[in-house]
């Protein structure tokens, strides 16, 4: 085969690149009760069929990219959710210009990593001269945005190849310099889970002076990263006086390339090891944690939620919920299901179509008693309703349903969400007031189309 062979994906993900600083994969975490699916999840790469990349390959992806192209080459970068909203929302008006940019630039799939590659490094060139010239403010902006626009390069990478490696330290390298210029403290964070660590970030709030204070533990989706977790100016957690744990769970972007894989088992573990760590730090108030995630961060914040019950509160929004997820891997966009295989380090897909049954809530849900907040779409795409309102249906605590007319996976973008509560405005006043340890009704709210809220009890 040759190169003009190659699909264009394969052909990003083949590019050659400066290999990184340090290497990547491992075993995963928790061994897997099934046998097969716990060699698939730890053998080497050697031990993988020979393939167009190390990564793994699905049917549909195969028979769909020439599809997919046309759907990029038609409605641009945002084909499968707001991804340009939401990685830009945290960098302010900064990176409106970067991203028009971006958008023009991605025509096809294998577009993305280059076009977001080039924005990441003029921002870190302009950076670099303005902490030469004795300007942090215009350096901090700069290596902030550099660091996203990196982070937003390895997403269609789904191997840790040297590609992703390289585009990884470049990006903890420009968020590193960020932190070191921002107008609060930000400190790195490792969490160990069995041999393996979390990468982190523990934001305090700015003008933090002393005492204890309420933490949030901020999960992000399949493909988001925690840099994106907490803005750069007036974050709504951050603004509220509360910290911000903000986490690479397991399988989450830079996780797998430390060795760290998504399964429940792990995540059954994750909300252990982050509250762990919080109690190690004199500043964190062990009575006000809270854990919130988007996407599917919804999942894992609610596995990680149901095994530490020192979590006094968890809000999730634009759901995931589907046990087994068939949905979102069998009839959404093809590159749902390749991130997922490659967060779980499980690269063949008969292999994986039996793993994701693992996925569920199911056996779980009962041993959250914490207060539950979600945010969820009518019409969302990924997870249709019914799943969660069964999830709903069968957790006990007091809890909180808050559906969005006419909204798809990722809630905004309708009148329901522009008129009605704003969703992250919600879920940050929802969180500082659990925390507060004030009341709460067990409801469900519908927001209408022209912003009114529908509020009726469960039954």
Not at 81 to 102: C, E, H, K, M, T
Not at 194 to 199: A, M, N, Q
Not at 271 to 281: F, H, I, P, T
Request: neutral net charge; hydrophobic residues 40%.
């Amino acid at each position: 085969m040759n190169n003009s062979d190659l699909g264009r994906r394969d052909f990003l993900q083949t590019a050659s690149i400066a290999a990184a600083a340090f290497g990547a994969s491992g075993a995963a975490l928790a061994a897997e009760p099934n046998i097969q699916l716990a060699q698939a999840q730890t053998a080497p790469a050697q031990a993988v069929p020979v393939r167009e990349h190390a990564g793994p390959m699905t049917k549909r992806w195969t028979e769909q990219r020439w599809q997919l192209d046309n759907i990029i080459q038609a409605n641009g970068m945002d084909w499968d959710q707001p991804r340009s909203v939401y990685l830009s929302g945290p960098s302010g008006a900064l990176a409106n210009g970067d991203f028009a940019a971006i958008r023009a630039s991605i025509k096809k799939y294998a577009d993305a990593a280059p076009a977001f590659e080039r924005q990441a490094r003029r921002r870190e060139a302009i950076a670099k001269d303005a902490e030469s010239a004795g300007n942090p403010i215009t350096a901090r902006e700069n290596y902030f945005v550099a660091a996203i626009h990196f982070g937003a390069a390895q997403w269609p990478i789904d191997e840790a190849n040297a590609q992703n490696l390289a585009y990884n330290k470049s990006k903890r390298d420009c968020y590193t310099k960020y932190a070191a210029l921002a107008d609060h403290k930000i400190e790195e964070v490792w969490i160990p889970v069995g041999d393996k660590k979390i990468p982190a970030w523990l934001h305090l709030p700015p003008g933090y002076a002393g005492g204890k204070i309420p933490a949030v533990i901020s999960v992000p989706g399949m493909d988001s990263l925690k840099e994106i977790s907490v803005a750069m100016y007036g974050d709504r957690f951050l603004a509220r006086g509360i910290a911000v744990l903000a986490i690479d769970g397991p399988g989450q972007y830079e996780a797998p390339l430390v060795g760290l894989y998504f399964s429940v088992q792990n995540w059954m573990k994750t909300g252990k090891a982050c509250c762990d760590y919080l109690a190690s730090r004199s500043e964190i108030d062990m009575d006000k944690i809270g854990i919130t995630g988007n996407s599917f961060g919804s999942f894992f914040s609610t596995i990680a939620s149901a095994y530490e019950p020192r979590i006094k509160a968890t809000a999730v929004s634009g759901t995931c919920l589907e046990p087994g997820c068939h949905t979102i891997f069998e009839e959404a966009s093809p590159t749902f299901k390749m991130r997922f295989m490659f967060m779980s380090n499980v690269l063949e897909e008969k292999v994986f179509d039996e793993f994701r049954k693992t996925i569920t809530w199911e056996g779980h849900i009962d041993t959250v008693k914490a207060p539950y907040l979600c945010l969820a779409g009518e019409s969302d795409e990924l997870c249709p309703l019914r799943y969660t309102e069964a999830m709903f249906s069968a957790m006990t605590g007091p809890k909180q349903l808050v559906v969005y007319a006419d909204s798809r996976h990722s809630v905004g973008g309708v009148p329901s969400a522009n008129l009605g509560p704003t969703p992250t405005v919600l879920v940050a006043d929802w969180m500082a007031a659990r925390l507060a340890a004030k009341p709460m009704a067990s409801e469900k709210w519908f927001v209408e189309g022209t912003g009114r809220v529908v509020k009726s009890a469960f039954g």
